[in-house]
């Protein structure tokens, strides 16, 4: 095995012509250079100086290994202040994934954050909802993902709570939803419903993770709902139920975001809430900028 240090100590001594001077170079004492010159030549298994006179001369061997040092030890500086530009947060890049409402409300105040603080570090964002970017964060496409999950409302399934378990879980926020119903309807002007009076209406559908919440809420509460539109856009649900075309519910924290147009907002009951969590993988924790954006995303998410 040939270490970077005896790498070193070969093209001192291949400069100066000798190992005192090598040693004087390096700040370090004769034997020691004539130690590490020693054991480079067992790792190479093959002669690398000669002594002629008061000065040492490189053999075939040894200038070929000096040829390659200089090539090596250069990328080896070039990796050392790379590494410590990134652990120093003056270089390194993070990649972000985010759901909809995640990306007009979090992310940007976060990002605008880090930004200032590290402009250094580059932040990329694309959009997925869970569990696809939880997907990408275990395939290696990103390094941190934002994901939200609901209670499981019936019970049903033990293992609910357990599908981060191999992540690490920053707690962001907690999300309430709200009913959104159109300006005339019969509820419109009420304080707050249950979600039982929506029973007869019409449904307008989020995302798949969303769809089947609302069947669980809405099958706990008695019926099933007849879902004649689903679509994760928020501007579309706002539209279409605008227009008179259903009911929804959807998260708060899409409001802050999208101005309903012919759309009411009403509390709904039984109180559903969903769980925001920005999530990475235990070893990608570790690293300075990754590190630094889960607490810009936990700032955005306590205001």
Do not use: N
């Not at 070929?64 to 890049?93: C, D, F, K, M, N």
């Not at 275990?138 to 019936?154: K, N, Q, S, T, W």
């Not at 669980?216 to 019926?223: D, N, Y």
């Amino acid at each position: 095995m040939i270490e970077a240090r005896h790498l070193r100590v070969l093209r001192a001594v291949a400069g100066t012509g000798s190992f005192s001077a090598a040693a004087r170079e390096l700040g370090c004492t004769q034997p020691a250079v004539s130690q590490q010159m020693k054991a480079l030549e067992q790792s190479t298994g093959t002669l690398l100086l000669v002594r002629t006179g008061r000065e040492m001369r490189l053999t075939e061997a040894g200038a070929a290994l000096v040829r390659h040092a200089t090539g090596i030890l250069a990328g080896l500086t070039a990796a050392e202040e790379e590494i410590a530009a990134i652990a120093g947060l003056r270089a390194g890049r993070v990649r972000l994934v985010s759901f909809p409402s995640g990306s007009s409300t979090l992310v940007p105040t976060a990002l605008a954050e880090m930004r200032a603080a590290h402009p250094g570090t580059q932040v990329s964002l694309v959009e997925a909802e869970p569990p696809r970017s939880v997907e990408m964060l275990r395939e290696g496409d990103c390094e941190i993902a934002l994901a939200f999950r609901y209670p499981d409302v019936r019970g049903a399934d033990p293992s609910a709570g357990a599908e981060w378990d191999d992540l690490v879980v920053r707690p962001l926020l907690t999300d309430r939803l709200i009913g959104v119903l159109p300006e005339g309807h019969r509820l419109a002007g009420a304080e707050r419903i249950g979600i039982a009076e929506l029973e007869s209406e019409p449904w307008i559908a989020g995302c798949p993770r969303c769809r089947r919440h609302l069947v669980e809420v809405c099958e706990s509460a008695g019926f099933t709902p007849r879902i004649d539109f689903a679509t994760d856009d928020y501007p579309a649900v706002f539209g279409l139920v605008g227009a008179g075309l259903g009911v929804a519910v959807m998260p708060e924290l899409a409001l802050e975001s999208v101005r309903p147009k012919g759309a009411r907002i009403v509390p709904v009951e039984p109180v559903v809430q969903r769980e925001i969590v920005a999530l990475t993988l235990p070893d990608l924790a570790r690293v300075p900028a990754v590190g630094a954006m889960l607490d810009r995303l936990s700032a955005a998410g306590s205001r």
